[in-house]
């Protein structure tokens, strides 16, 4: 929630090394929001908050990708997975998730 991810920037700013910052963490914070509990809305501010920490993040991109596609925004999606895809060219996965989102315009 806004709320969650609002005590985790308090955190950053006090203790930019906590363990809940850490890329891992935030990921699994995702992991539960988005695919176990199906709430994207509220893991977009957390999603936001991973790639403000790590911009050159693959996953973080990637994480926002889904999180954008599933709330409908498909352009934001779409220019995601462009990032992540410029970090890894060739990455196979993130190239058919991308066409798969470009199809879906």
């Known amino acids: 929630s806004a709320a969650a991810v609002g005590a985790l920037r308090?955190?950053?700013?006090?203790?930019?090394?906590?363990?809940?910052?850490?890329e891992?963490?935030?990921t699994?914070?995702?992991?539960?929001l988005?695919?176990?509990?199906?709430?994207a809305v509220e893991a977009l501010p957390l999603v936001e908050l991973?790639?403000?920490r790590y911009p050159e993040s693959v996953g973080?991109?990637?994480?926002?990708?889904?999180?954008?596609a599933a709330l409908g925004n498909y352009p934001a999606a779409i220019a995601?997975?462009?990032q992540a895809l410029a970090r890894t060219p060739g990455n196979a996965g993130i190239a058919a998730r991308l066409e798969a989102l470009r199809s879906q315009r």
């Open 10 to 22: 308090s955190l950053a700013a006090s203790a930019p090394d906590h363990w809940l910052l850490a």
């Open 24 to 26: 891992n963490t935030l």
């Open 28 to 32: 699994r914070l995702w992991l539960s």
């Open 34 to 39: 988005f695919n176990t509990w199906n709430l």
């Open 50 to 52: 991973a790639n403000e």
């Open 60 to 68: 973080a991109k990637a994480m926002l990708g889904e999180t954008l």
């Open 80 to 82: 995601a997975y462009e």
